[in-house]
């Protein structure tokens, strides 16, 4: 099972805030409406202290001059038991005539008040008071206004806690990139500038990666080795065979003879090519730890051209195959390699399409430019490779099955290893005429 650590944080913490939020503001709610309808109750009460100080004529000229509540409380001010004196024509509540002084909760028909009681002068009674619905509106309007920042606070605290577990963890996403587009030879130790929680399994990743270079130097160092051990008794075999060759033998002896030499000179190019494979993979570590700042060595393709068919036309005259160049920039084109890796890369390819093209066929070797590139094609009008195959062609020693032809597999994978140190690549698919045959294209980085 895989999971993302970021969305586990990212829904963990949000939905922490969320109902931290949620509890939150459901206290600041009921806090906050406790507060109002406190703030009211004072509110009643210094009305009814004020009250408390007139006389039943001086609040009679009041409400006889006022029909409606001013306040923004809306409270209202009437006598429990009218005086003789009260105006008529003013709607009295009927209040409860058993009302003592203090606050009380009253229900007259289908209305509740919140009623202060208070003695005035002389005596009477009065009802400060104020409708229960409207307190509750108030103290509803006092309670949103509480928690209206804590709800517009939620989305923009989700957002920046999404925004800093982005950034916290970019660092990681950076290494799994930097990891993702390593060469399948680098085994160079990974940077520790990461948070202290993920720095042992970089510092594991580190002692594998050690390991693992270790046992591929010393993998190539046997290859090298045994391959150069090898040279000098296949030497003396191959005198020995050709100072056999020189000496009158029977027919059939003969034929043995050759079948032999032919085993040797496969097995001189089989060792040629191991020599030549660990040079090129033991000089890539140095080529990724070189310095920036060394001007790139440069070679021109064309002359490699020359020089690769010059060294190859004799096998494709044996199998009477038309190899040469069939389009190129008049002017020199010049890449960003040695010359003994453009030559080995060519020469290669030429070889791998000459052992392939049958007796008769057409081999075409093209230059041309593309986005700073050049793109060197080597086209054979051979069997060709199967799309499923092209990816493991480029493995050492690995062969197709079913071919007749010898080889030793070394050949793409020679190919493939340069320009893995040379920032090339190289591809593989059918003939731009679809026609039957291989196309190789290398792509390579121009020389400024």
Excluded: C
């Excluded at 058993?98 to 009802?127: C, E, I, K, W």
């Amino acid at each position: 099972m895989s999971y993302s650590i970021r969305k586990r944080l990212s829904w963990s913490l949000s939905l922490s805030i969320v109902l931290v939020a949620t509890i939150s503001g459901g206290l600041s709610y009921v806090g906050a409406r406790i507060k109002a309808n406190d703030r009211q109750d004072d509110t009643l009460r210094q009305v009814a202290q004020l009250v408390r100080l007139q006389t039943p004529d001086m609040l009679s000229v009041r409400e006889a001059g006022n029909d409606d509540d001013t306040t923004d409380y809306h409270i209202g001010i009437e006598p429990i038991n009218p005086p003789p004196n009260w105006p008529a024509s003013h709607e009295q509540r009927q209040w409860p005539s058993n009302l003592s002084p203090g606050m009380h909760s009253v229900q007259l028909d289908d209305d509740n008040y919140q009623v202060m009681v208070t003695p005035v002068r002389g005596g009477a009674l009065f009802a400060v008071f104020q409708e229960t619905d409207i307190r509750k509106h108030i103290a509803n309007s006092s309670a949103w206004r509480a928690i209206v920042p804590l709800l517009i606070l939620i989305p923009i605290l989700l957002l920046v806690v999404n925004d800093l577990l982005r950034r916290l963890l970019a660092p990681i996403n950076e290494l799994s990139q930097a990891v993702n587009h390593r060469d399948n030879d680098d085994t160079s130790a990974l940077p520790l500038l990461l948070p202290t929680e993920v720095q042992p399994v970089v510092l594991a990743t580190n002692r594998l990666l050690s390991r693992l270079g270790e046992s591929m130097q010393a993998q190539r160092r046997f290859i090298a080795d045994a391959a150069h051990e090898l040279r000098t008794p296949m030497t003396a075999l191959s005198l020995q065979a050709q100072r056999l060759e020189a000496i009158a033998l029977p027919a059939d002896a003969r034929v043995r003879l050759q079948a032999l030499l032919t085993g040797i000179t496969r097995t001189r190019h089989l060792l040629d090519q191991l020599l030549n494979l660990a040079r090129i993979q033991n000089a890539m570590p140095a080529s990724a730890n070189k310095s920036a700042s060394a001007a790139p060595l440069t070679t021109p393709v064309k002359a490699s051209f020359t020089r690769v068919l010059e060294n190859t036309l004799n096998g494709a005259r044996t199998k009477q195959i038309d190899l040469g160049v069939s389009d190129a920039p008049a002017d020199e084109v010049n890449v960003r390699a040695n010359e003994d890796n453009l030559d080995s890369i060519v020469r290669n390819l030429v070889d791998n399409a000459i052992r392939y093209t049958p007796i008769g066929g057409q081999i075409d070797v093209s230059l041309r430019i593309e986005h700073a590139h050049a793109i060197i094609s080597v086209q054979d009008s051979g069997p060709g490779i199967e799309p499923s195959e092209r990816l493991r062609v480029l493995d050492p020693f690995y062969r197709v099955l079913g071919t007749e032809q010898l080889g030793t597999g070394l050949g793409l994978a020679i190919v493939s290893t340069l320009l893995q140190q040379l920032k090339g690549s190289l591809v593989l698919t059918d003939r731009e005429d679809g026609g039957t045959g291989l196309l190789a294209q290398v792509r390579l980085p121009l020389a400024h």
